[in-house]
């Protein structure tokens, strides 16, 4: 006989025991659904009707949500980023079915909702059959779907650190933390996230600061990042002010990390005065950042025209139309700009005398790797006169 005469729900300690339990509450909430559809046509909303109805209003409006967070915030992004081979391809088609899954079981909730709501407030007593059948079939589906593929690669690949960085944030998204950030300046400073992916030791970096960012870069493509070619780009103009915005890296290698835009724009005027730049990449899934520094020279007018040209049609029409970073007096004035050079360029526009490439040429590299307690791993490349990189290890 056992210690205790009911069956106690897991605790945060058992992340994925976590999710199978709202798993079941949610099979238990369709089929009070299904109830529903019967008992409504015979006795109308009853105080019983309206209880029930108010019981699966509760659960699908919040807790539901919660638990599709906890899926798309944390258990597939940390899927991803252990994955490999044959695991990352299976997540590679099924994550977005099921972020898409969700989307489309929100939006079908919402009408079911709206009816509930009536039934709670006495001002109808009917659900529609065709779109409650219809939401509990597909629930069932994918919540199957998860339960097949998902949850047992998280028991496969996940250390019992990864686990327990799972469970907590479940645990904190249920406390309220990410409520608590918008309301009050003081829990801001009390968010943490421990970081226990993986580490960076000496003996695991290139003694070539591009080759280790190639193999960093390969890394977030293989994990499936979100735009691992994102980058944060700061300059500095005449005034000293710093600014920084994204772009995006369309090519690196040992001579530098190239992106393109318009030379007229702030970042445009800003290099021209101070050529001296910052990037930034951060890989979240990964809890991986690169720092870089260095010097920034235009790329050829060959290599300009070249990229132009492989740009789709809408995308170098876009650059020829728009004066990137001046006022502008309404949306259809941008759009009338659009159609004009749309009907003047043709098919083949020609790439604009003002637009083309940015190389950074560094001299300074920080691999960032993050580590539990904050006690972070840092190694920098420092350019040397002689050419040679000087590899360090800074202190977090």
Not at 83 to 110: F, G, K, N, T
Not at 367 to 384: A, K, M, N, P, V
């Amino acid at each position: 006989m056992t210690d205790t005469l009911f069956t106690t729900a897991p605790g945060f300690d058992q992340p994925l025991a976590v999710l199978k339990h709202c798993h079941d509450k949610i099979r238990k909430q369709l089929s009070t659904l299904q109830n529903l559809l019967d008992y409504l046509p015979q006795h109308g909303a009853t105080p019983e009707a309206k209880q029930a109805a108010s019981a699966v209003l509760q659960y699908f409006s919040k807790a539901a949500h919660l638990h599709h967070a906890d899926e798309e915030q944390n258990l597939m992004p940390m899927l991803q980023a252990c994955a490999a081979d044959l695991d990352a391809a299976l997540l590679a088609r099924l994550v977005p079915e099921i972020l898409d899954q969700h989307l489309q079981m929100d939006r079908a909730w919402d009408a079911i909702k709206t009816q509930l709501d009536a039934i709670v407030d006495g001002t109808a007593s009917t659900l529609s059959s065709a779109a409650v059948e219809q939401f509990a079939r597909n629930y069932l589906a994918h919540m199957a779907k998860e339960e097949t593929h998902l949850a047992p690669m998280a028991m496969r690949l996940f250390t019992p650190q990864q686990m327990a960085q799972l469970g907590a944030a479940m645990l904190a998204r249920r406390n309220g933390q990410p409520q608590a950030v918008q309301s009050s300046g003081s829990a801001v400073a009390d968010l943490r996230k421990d970081y226990s992916q993986a580490s960076l030791m000496e003996t695991d970096v290139l003694d070539d600061p591009s080759a280790q960012f190639e193999k960093w870069f390969d890394e977030a493509l293989h994990a499936d990042v979100n735009e691992p070619n994102a980058m944060s780009l700061s300059t500095v103009g005449a005034d000293g002010k710093p600014t920084s915005r994204i772009v995006l890296v369309k090519q690196f290698d040992a001579s530098g990390f190239t992106w393109y835009t318009n030379y007229q724009s702030e970042k445009g005027e800003q290099l021209a005065d101070n050529p001296h730049a910052a990037l930034l990449f951060f890989w979240r899934e990964l809890e991986r950042q690169v720092r870089i520094e260095g010097q920034v020279v235009k790329t050829s007018d060959q290599e300009n025209d070249h990229y132009f040209q492989s740009r789709p049609l809408k995308s170098r029409l876009a650059a020829i139309a728009s004066q990137q970073s001046q006022p502008i007096a309404s949306r259809a004035e941008l759009e009338a700009h659009y159609d004009a050079v749309a009907a003047d360029s043709g098919e083949q526009p020609q790439r604009p005398p003002h637009w083309g490439g940015y190389r950074l040429v560094p001299t300074h590299i920080e691999f960032w790797q993050g580590r539990e307690s904050r006690f972070h791993d840092r190694i920098t490349y420092t350019l040397q006169d002689d050419g040679s990189w000087l590899r360090q290890r800074l202190q977090p």
